[in-house]
DNA sequence: CAAATAGTGTCTCTAAGACAATATCAC
DNA sequence: GTGATATTGTCTTAGAGACACTATTTG
């Protein structure tokens, strides 16, 4: 043990070239529409944060949030961090994507991306509030399959960033996306939306998962309609209550003034 | 675009310092162990692949394969050469783990590794031959659950590796691990190991998983045997007969002289 | 024949899907 | 009352688990 200690003192980390590290998050949130009819509940939105970058390369092109990871802290860390600046809220949950390292994904040289998704729930966003002038933006996001083909709209106002993806080959329950035409989106942040995506659709099979994009208190009906708009897919409310029923209790508060029968609001139920 | 083209020429990545990145693979095979009985089916064992260290630091003790990305390759295929020049096999899936970045996980320094499981199927390797000599062999794996702690032991002839991990969190389907005694693995390497089996046996409930750890060729039973190996669980060959039937087809061919009833050779059906 | 695995048929049980019916509110 | 959502109950169906039974081989 002596000499590992000798070892490693004279130890130089040999001179090869080291990529640049980076830690990007595709941070998704579900927003509840604005209401146009009194008494019917609004639509829901999925929505992904998207940053305006300021400089080259791909200047004035739209962008996943991240920076270069520090030393002293662990990639999850950093895709924390970048999160929480760009919205002064910490993520309730962060999951790998994938290492995007393919040597020429970025024009300025050796920079891999470690890729996560992150969910947020709206109404901590709510309370931060948003900055319209501001150049990090929520956008809305819809991805079809065609075929062989995927499009991925993002819009937001009159900004719409419209890519084409292929589905490059499947694994493990998860796709890899080959970008056709990256719409506007900078470096081959099209593709880790794209991969980002799936990710989110396979795992919100998990309740658990749905349940860390809603407040504290939330009705069935809301619940319900967050998992209904990351899968895209309907299911009867009657099957949906049975089968969430093992992961929430009720409270005895209700939502008044909707205009039809309140709703009583439940909480996650925190065992097993 | 003039201007980014001009941007980039005269563009230098900043001298922020940057981690080394390495890719460890933990690449696992199911092997049918020696007939005891003429006519009873061997055992199989779930193993896995370690190198022994030659140099420091952590001399002498067992790690996973791996090394440091070169540039010009992406982090898969780091991993995938990594696992070729260990054992001259080119794995046929691989699956990411997760980012292992932990500031001083590394004694040498700044070094982050991207983490795989691999799966190799016993054919493959059987056709290269095992070298008895070799600094790297497959380790028979146990992976037990006691309360809060796990138990991990590696066992390769009289070499048995013991090592203790406490669940640290549960998000997505996935566990990670704390190491309470790393047991003569290197570095945070039983972790790693801990994680990556959590992944497989979360994957292993797909039988298109299953499916690469077999040859072209295979019986049902061993189908069913490399799945209860892997999940540490028993099902009725009845129901796994149904269970699997649409993702195999019948080949003409059967394996006889077992001291008990051929069975038919299937092969995998590639369909949907 | 004995011992072992290979393979088939069928009953049961459970969870998800379908759907009918009732409850309750704001206007 | 009307129109909307909230909530409950029950029938149907698909798939997994249990289990009994038959088939086929080698020593």
Redesign the interface.
Known sequence: MG??KE??QN?K?SD??????TADVAAFMVSSGDKTDYRRNPENKLQILLIKRG?????DMWALPGG?????????ECAMREIYEETDVMPV?I??V??F???DRD??????S?AYVSIISEESVRQVGKDDASDAQWFSVSFERDGDIYHLNLTYGDTELKAVLAEEKS???RTEFRIVDSGRLAFDHASIIAEALSALRS?AK?YD?ILDFLPEKFTLTAFQKVQETIMNVSVLPANFRRMVSSYVEETDEYVRGEGHRPAKLYRRKNNS
């Not at 090869?16 to 590290?21: A, D, K, M």
């Not at 024009?107 to 891999?112: A, E, H, K, S």
């Open positions: 000499s590992e070892f490693l130890y980390l090869y070239e080291r990529p640049s590290v400089g080259y390369p791909f200047k270069f990871l520090q030393k002293g802290e662990t990639v999850e949950s999951m790998p994938g290492v390292s393919a040597p024009p300025r040289g050796w920079i891999i470690n694994h493990f329950g795992e998990n998962t």
